[in-house]
């Protein structure tokens, strides 16, 4: 089994500052890209940024220059610093981490994601 657990959220002014974690814990063999992405209500789940396993990340236009994803390969974490928060990025955010599992048939791909924690910026 693997459980995917974020941590982190909570609220906080416009223009301040939250550091989002994302834990994977189970039966991994390896993890492949993670990612973090968000869903305000009443909207789709949208991405905000991915970094792969050698530490490539890419980010949502609207992100880009205020949030920082950084990734502990040892620990099977992830982080997502948020600075400049604006009252539209609130949202439940999700971790999503493609985890690679041994199986006697070889090595499998699975994407997981976790519970989500909820980001509030109030104006």
């Known amino acids: 089994q693997v459980q995917v657990v974020e941590s982190g959220g909570g609220l906080v002014q416009a223009g301040g500052s939250l550091r989002l974690s994302c834990a994977a814990s189970?039966?991994?063999?390896?993890?492949?890209?993670m990612g973090w992405y968000r869903q305000a209500p009443g909207k789709q789940r949208d991405l905000v940024a991915t970094?792969?396993?050698?530490?490539?990340?890419n980010y949502a236009d609207s992100v880009k220059g205020r949030f920082t994803m950084s990734r502990d390969n040892a620990k099977n974490t992830v982080h997502l610093q948020m600075n400049s928060l604006k009252p539209e990025d609130t949202a439940v955010y999700y971790c999503n981490a493609l985890i690679v599992m041994l199986h006697s048939t070889g090595p499998h791909e699975y994407s997981y994601w976790g519970q989500g924690t909820q980001v509030t910026v109030s104006s």
């Open positions: 189970g039966s991994i063999f390896s993890i492949n890209s």
């Open positions: 970094i792969t396993s050698g530490g490539s990340t």
